[in-house]
């Protein structure tokens, strides 16, 4: 198979002869997959629990990559056309972890991981916060 280097632009996969190529592709969360149907029935990118796509006869469909994870997806009208997104996460983007540390009468916050990801009421590092014992 065939890999598509991870991007955030639109990746596009030309459908014809009844197949997905190509077959594994590499994209970011954010990015666009652009299905292009050259055949003449119309086809369905499908994952069990997740999206349904239709890409009509000689036509385009898209969609927008929102979760970083594996997806297999399948055409649900012709069950042996599959392929395979692996999805990263968008740049800049990590999980990130709170903890706190008691000294005595004095709390101490911790952050580890991407501040941006956090929520607004998230200190900067350094910055110093009152808590109640």
């Given at each position: 198979?065939?890999?598509?280097?991870?991007?955030?632009?639109?990746?596009q996969?030309?459908?014809?002869?009844?197949?997905?190529?190509?077959?594994?592709?590499?994209?970011?969360?954010?990015?666009?997959?652009?299905?292009?149907?050259?055949?003449?029935?119309?086809?369905?990118?499908?994952?069990?629990?997740?999206?349904?796509?239709?890409?009509?006869?000689?036509?385009?469909?898209?969609?927008?990559?929102?979760?970083?994870?594996?997806?297999e997806?399948?055409?649900?009208?012709?069950?042996n056309m599959?392929?395979?997104?692996?999805?990263?996460?968008?740049?800049?983007?990590?999980?990130?972890?709170?903890?706190?540390?008691?000294?005595?009468?004095?709390?101490?916050?911790?952050?580890?991981g991407?501040?941006?990801?956090?929520?607004?009421?998230?200190p900067?590092?350094?910055?110093?916060i009152?808590?109640?014992a």
């Amino acid at each position: 198979m065939n890999s598509v280097p991870a991007r955030t632009e639109t990746i596009q996969v030309t459908i014809g002869d009844l197949v997905f190529p190509p077959a594994d592709i590499k994209a970011k969360a954010g990015g666009t997959v652009t299905w292009i149907n050259k055949d003449i029935a119309a086809h369905m990118a499908s994952v069990r629990g997740g999206f349904d796509v239709v890409i009509e006869a000689n036509a385009a469909a898209s969609l927008v990559l929102t979760k970083a994870g594996i997806v297999e997806y399948y055409c649900r009208f012709h069950p042996n056309m599959m392929g395979q997104i692996t999805i990263a996460p968008e740049q800049g983007a990590s999980e990130y972890f709170c903890f706190f540390i008691r000294s005595g009468d004095c709390w101490i916050l911790g952050l580890i991981g991407d501040r941006r990801k956090a929520s607004r009421s998230i200190p900067a590092s350094g910055q110093v916060i009152a808590l109640a014992a």
